[in-house]
């Protein structure tokens, strides 16, 4: 990999808004280059994920965040993760917004993930930029 | 048709997070066959992803805990024109590590020993009519 490649893979800082745009727990959802991208901030913190879910496609940021069933015995729920979570809105499908992972092994699909930088007011997303000649 | 009281059981056992309260637990399907489990272990993966959350108690893929708490007997063996595909279905099953061979004697709808353990694929023929059994059963 060349130093240009290195360079062209950095991620790019995209201004999404002011905090106070941001209702709690609900995307809002920004073409970010080339890509899809949801931002939220829940009652875990700020997430930014690639509204594309791996499974079928589903504009998964219009899914709900919420928490879930955490496992348990037998006939037992409880509920965990809360604001942790988002749920697709097609097949239910759950992912950690915190590392974009499948919720416990279901499978071995991931979302991307993007960090978000929030600094006197204002919301960063760090999105890398697609390789060149690529469109996703 | 036993296989539809052979896949509801299966369903319920996983589901129902049988495993999960008794982890030592093991159940036989006898007489059941084998060829609707490959399907149904499919469809149960995907409702797994799909809905996990209306029973967290289920925290393994079904298909692990069929595997670990489950084995099946072979008779009622179906038989397709082509034995090939029976092998095919045995190995997309890994009946080489769930099937246990049974004849159904003395009932006159028997499986032959003799006509039907050469119907299993060499690799897998010796585990299925003798090493699963004596792996699963306290002999």
Redesign the interface.
């Known amino acids: 990999v060349t130093g240009d490649a290195v360079q062209a893979r950095r991620q790019v800082p995209h201004d999404v808004g002011s905090e106070d745009e941001f209702e709690l727990d609900v995307f809002r959802i920004f073409e970010l280059g080339q890509l899809s991208v949801g931002v939220a901030h829940t009652r875990s913190g700020w997430y930014a994920v690639r509204n594309r879910c791996p499974h079928m496609l589903a504009p998964l940021c219009r899914g709900t965040i919420t928490g879930t069933m955490v496992p348990a015995g037998p006939d037992e729920m409880r509920w965990g993760m809360e604001g942790r979570v988002i749920r697709c809105p097609w097949h239910g499908w759950e992912y950690d917004l915190e590392t974009g992972r499948s919720l416990f092994a279901t499978n071995r699909t991931k979302v991307a993930t993007y960090p978000v930088l929030v600094e006197s007011g204002r919301v960063t997303v760090l999105v890398p930029p697609p390789p060149p000649g690529v469109h996703w | 048709m036993l296989p539809q009281i052979g896949m509801s059981s299966v369903i319920s056992l996983v589901f129902?997070?049988?495993f999960?309260?008794f982890p030592k637990l093991k159940v036989a399907f006898i007489e059941y066959g084998f060829s609707w489990l490959l399907p149904l272990l499919w469809r149960m993966e995907r409702e797994?992803?799909?809905?996990?959350?209306?029973t967290?108690?289920v925290?393994r893929?079904p298909r692990e805990y069929v595997k670990e708490h489950m084995r099946f007997s072979t008779q009622p063996m179906d038989e397709p024109d082509r034995v090939q595909d029976l092998w095919q279905l045995i190995e997309l099953l890994e009946g080489d590590e769930i099937l246990m061979f049974s004849s159904d004697y003395p009932h006159y709808d028997n499986d032959n020993p003799l006509v039907t353990l050469n119907k299993l694929p060499d690799g897998t023929r010796e585990r299925i009519a003798g090493t699963n059994a004596y792996e699963f059963f306290p002999l």
């Open positions: 129902e997070g049988v999960e309260r797994w992803r799909n809905f996990r959350f209306d967290p108690w925290k893929s």
